[in-house]
């Protein structure tokens, strides 16, 4: 079966540049859905884009096929059971073929996302200023937590008690109960924007963002991370 020519919005190249930080595999399926996975299987993403896809297929190397895309000012994709012809007109042609399936580390089943306990806004701005101090003072973990009827998002060194820390308020009415939760911040690879996150105590942080269709899910480090007594 051959599906009708399409092309790729920015949105989904960007989302496609996104999903091949967390695995660099990728199965798509029919439809408008794209899922990931970490191949840790401690974070997995799903994004509904504009293209409707026809058919399944597997890329290997999900850095390798963006390469191959941006070959081309204005690609085009012909997808058939075995391989994508890739053209920018003229005669300029790649047929990138599929990967097997069963290859693949990929999502295989939903997120069934516990009792949310606790839910934050996260904006854009607030998450640079987290990335940023983490990358020059060199912390390895994100924290959300409640501090005197605040929920304050931190990066710090959970391993090194006396290390430097940065904290920016992202609520300042909490009143529920006291909780810490802790994120490796180099899992947490989202794209830029502004998210709702809600906390399943000690299990796993929802990343949804509040301007395309896209979300996120974490795993805690749940030995560290506490909700009450």
Do not use: H
């Amino acid at each position: 079966m051959i599906m009708n020519q399409l092309t790729f919005s920015k949105n989904t190249l960007t989302i496609l540049k996104n999903f091949a930080s967390l695995n660099s595999n990728l199965l798509v399926k029919p439809g408008n859905v794209i899922k990931t996975i970490t191949p840790s299987k401690t974070g997995m993403a799903v994004a509904t884009v504009e293209e409707q896809f026809d058919v399944e297929f597997g890329i290997w190397d999900l850095n390798k096929f963006l390469g191959v895309i941006s070959l081309f000012n204005s690609p085009t994709f012909t997808f058939g059971e075995k391989s994508v012809k890739i053209k920018n007109g003229g005669d300029s042609v790649v047929n990138y073929f599929y990967s097997e399936p069963r290859l693949l580390s990929v999502p295989t089943k939903d997120v069934n996302m516990p009792e949310v306990n606790v839910s934050v806004v996260m904006t854009e701005k607030n998450y640079n200023e987290l990335q940023r101090a983490a990358s020059v003072m060199q912390l390895p973990d994100l924290s959300f937590k409640s501090e005197n009827d605040k929920i304050m998002a931190m990066v710090s060194d959970l391993s090194d008690p006396t290390t430097n820390s940065y904290k920016v308020c992202v609520c300042d009415d909490y009143s529920g109960v006291d909780f810490l939760f802790n994120f490796k911040i180099e899992n947490v690879k989202i794209l830029p924007g502004d998210y709702t996150i809600n906390f399943a105590k000690n299990i796993v942080g929802e990343f949804v963002n509040k301007n395309i269709n896209l979300k996120y899910w974490f795993a805690m480090e749940s030995t560290t991370s506490k909700y009450g007594a």
